[in-house]
């Protein structure tokens, strides 16, 4: 069975950190395209920041550019979200999507683009 699996989130203070781990079972994490998506009710799910395939490209939505690092751990096969100096807005609940590589190979904020989805976790940044 293929799937993917978010940890990590948290209830944090504002201006704090936390680091999200995704990672997959069933296939190789890692040899995929996989982004962070986040969403909070009401809302649209959001694109946060994506990696290709290569790892040679990565990208960030603006608002949380400088402050968010997407990373991978060739090793671990896992991929990771560092998030620093959140803000309350960055409440929501966070996704991993991955791509098979034959499918898509790039880094795009797109939600229609990718087909594996975690669960989410749930970020909560107080005040």
């Known amino acids: 069975q293929l799937q993917v699996v978010e940890s990590g989130g948290g209830l944090v203070q504002s201006g704090g950190s936390l680091r999200l781990s995704c990672a997959a079972s069933?296939?190789?994490?890692?040899?995929?395209?996989t982004a962070w998506f986040r969403q909070v009710p009401g809302k649209e799910r959001e694109g946060v920041s994506c990696?290709?395939?290569?790892?040679?490209?990565?990208k960030y939505a603006d608002s949380v550019k400088g402050r968010f690092t997407m990373s991978r751990d060739i090793a671990k096969k896992t991929v990771h979200l560092q998030i620093d100096s959140l803000r309350p807005e960055d409440t929501a609940v966070y996704y991993c999507?991955?791509?098979?590589?034959?499918?898509?190979?790039?880094?795009?904020?797109?939600?229609?683009?990718?087909?594996?989805w975690g669960q989410g976790a749930q970020v909560t940044v107080s005040s």
């Open positions: 069933g296939f190789i994490l890692t040899h995929y395209a």
């Open positions: 999507a991955a791509v098979p590589p034959a499918m898509f190979g790039l880094c795009v904020l797109d939600k229609t683009q990718y087909v594996y």
């Open positions: 990696i290709s395939t290569d790892g040679k490209m990565t």
